[in-house]
């Protein structure tokens, strides 16, 4: 691809997750990376002469030098995002903002109006609509009717700013109102603080209009990482592992449906099916994912849609909507967290990490 047919494109913010961006940007044919903005000066400098681009302090030095810059990632501390989308969406200049897109529905409504009013592509970055294994059950077409979710890892002390929810949890609140697509009817919630003032630990149970159940547990307290879901629906079981970015899945068919109508009527008539194998009795499939060469990683296959929205004006693949969506769904796990009634304890905090 030819350099007139790139997009320039910039990062702001090069800290742990926005120096994964430069280095992505540096690698797509799309993109053309022009410069990087941080308030650390010494610490933009060092990624600039790593990736031959510029280095900025300021939204409004970027700004200055580059006015036709096109797109951008934004990839500040989530109380910055305000102050560092707007004046380049005001620009009409293209914005992928790293999740949650703001920390509160106040804050997340001021980006999507100001993206809105000025025709600006506003992505959220939600990396995990792109891991291969969403994906592939997104395609599936089901009606969720119970989802089961742990996100579990030890405490890395990054996005202390914020509580689990908004750091890990956020991430499966945004892929189940996809998959539901369905108003929240109600939340219960607990969770517990460790370290500092936010919840470092939570659970969440949420029903849905349409009566599909999800429970949520996320931790940075655990001893191990883990991420998983596990959803069920009439017309299939999908098991999924985000690390593995696999997984599998059993469906309903003309097969199995035989051999369960004969257990049932076996049960009926008081039979011993104790050595029964379950297992033979389903046929468990590998979920099929056939992606493009390069985008078996979520982080690129999200850079490459966004350039292209940036390209096309399109509606990216996670908007403005979503991502408010997903924040308004966190503040009322962390509101049903905050009203929820601890008897017998002083202090609810733990004070120890857990293996589970």
């Not at 994964?20 to 044919?29: C, F, G, K, Q």
Request: hydrophobic share 45%; proline share 4%; net charge negative.
């Amino acid at each position: 691809m030819s350099t007139a047919q790139r997009t320039d494109v910039a990062v702001v913010g090069v800290g742990r997750m926005g120096r994964h961006h430069v280095r992505i940007y540096d690698e797509l044919e799309q993109a053309n990376l022009v410069a990087v903005v941080d308030q650390d000066e010494e610490r933009a400098e060092t990624v600039a002469d790593e990736f031959g681009c510029k280095a900025y302090p300021s939204i409004e030095a970027l700004l200055e030098h580059h006015p036709d810059i096109r797109a951008v990632s934004v990839a500040v501390p989530t109380n910055h995002h305000v102050a560092a989308a707007q004046p380049l969406l005001a620009r009409r200049v293209a914005c992928l903002i790293e999740k949650p897109l703001a920390p509160t529905v106040k804050d997340a409504k001021i980006l999507a109006d100001t993206a809105k009013a000025h025709h600006a592509v506003l992505q959220v970055g939600h990396t995990e609509r792109f891991n291969p294994a969403i994906r592939a059950v997104a395609t599936l077409n089901v009606t969720p009717r119970f989802i089961d979710v742990d996100r579990v890892s030890p405490m890395t002390f990054r996005s202390l700013d914020v509580g689990v929810v908004m750091d890990m949890m956020i991430h499966d609140l945004d892929i189940i109102l996809m998959l539901v697509d369905s108003p929240i009817r109600k939340i219960d919630a607990a969770g517990v603080s460790v370290l500092g003032p936010h919840e470092d630990i939570a659970s969440a149970r949420i029903v849905f209009d349409t009566g599909c159940v999800a429970n949520l547990t996320a931790s940075r307290m655990s001893m191990k990482v883990e991420r998983k879901m596990r959803l069920f629906s009439e017309q299939v079981y999908v098991s999924l592992d985000y690390q593995k970015r696999g997984g599998m899945m059993v469906r309903k068919t003309d097969n199995n449906m035989d051999a369960l109508t004969a257990v049932r009527e076996q049960i009926s008539q008081g039979k011993d099916l104790s050595d029964l194998d379950y297992s033979s009795m389903i046929q468990i499939e590998e979920l099929m994912m056939d992606l493009p060469p390069g985008e078996d990683d979520p982080l690129t296959a999200e850079l490459t849609s966004f350039i292209k929205a940036a390209q096309t004006g399109q509606s990216p693949a996670v908007d403005a909507d979503a991502g408010y969506a997903a924040v308004a769904a966190a503040e009322r796990v962390i509101a049903a967290i905050r009203d929820h009634k601890w008897r017998g304890l002083d202090d609810p905090r733990l004070v120890i990490g857990h293996s589970d």
